[in-house]
T-cell receptor, first 114, second 112 residues
């Protein structure tokens, strides 16, 4: 059973508009959430994170929102740029011993159209 | 500014052959991880090492072994490769509980 789900495999938006990527999780033990961005033939790159004690975290054009009661988080990109076109992975984390294990969603391919 | 380096980048094996994937990080991180990514799926954790001298199983450890050679290096070994292990393998490292994981560029492994 997938503990982290990204139900939209793909999303297309116009340059300059807002991109909203969604993610749902089922495990209440997750206390830290991250978004990664991945270009073809490269490894995932960390984008932004949020702790479960917060409901919003902002970094430039990127904002992550967390709704714990709904077990839902979203990534907003404003304004979207063609260089944002990539696969975006949502990941959730719980402490296991002295290391954090990440559970990833299946990813959303974002295409920003010029 | 290397970060996490994985070798090789590509490899083709025959069923039953063995292979070791190498990973090294230069960020003085304590924790290191091995993931596999299959089409249409997210990354799944194979093994991790919270600190030098320790290793633990992740979600999909069967068919793999790991060695944390020192603080910098964490290798993944396939003793007898199977077609189901065809995948892209990513290594990652992290400095601690609040530090995000940093990934290498992956090893693309095909098993015929």
């Amino acid at each position: 059973d997938q503990q982290v789900k990204q139900n939209s495999p793909s999303l297309s938006v116009q340059e300059g508009r807002i991109s909203i990527l969604n993610c749902d999780y089922t495990n209440s033990m997750f206390d830290y959430f991250l978004w990664y961005k991945k270009y073809p033939a490269e490894g995932p790159t960390f984008l932004i994170s949020i702790s479960s004690i917060k409901d919003k975290n902002e970094d430039g054009r990127f904002t992550v929102f967390l709704n714990k009661s709904a077990k839902h988080l979203s990534l907003h990109i404003v304004p979207s740029q063609p260089g944002d076109s990539a696969v975006y992975f949502c990941a959730a984390s719980a402490i296991s011993g002295s290391a954090r294990q990440l559970t990833f969603g299946s990813g959303t391919q974002l295409t920003v159209l010029p | 500014n290397a970060g996490v380096t994985q070798t090789p980048k590509f490899q083709v094996l025959k069923t039953g052959q063995s292979m070791t994937l190498q990973c090294a990080q230069d960020m003085n991180h304590n924790s290191m991880y091995w993931y596999r990514q299959d089409p249409g799926m997210g990354l799944r954790l194979i093994y991790y090492s919270a600190s030098e001298g320790t290793t633990d199983k992740g979600e999909v450890p069967n068919g793999y072994n790991v060695s944390r050679l020192n603080k910098r290096e964490f290798s993944l070994r396939l003793e007898s490769a199977a077609p189901s292990q065809t995948s892209v393998y990513f290594c990652a490292s992290s400095g601690g509980r609040g530090d995000p994981q940093h990934f290498g560029d992956g090893t693309r492994l095909s098993i015929l």
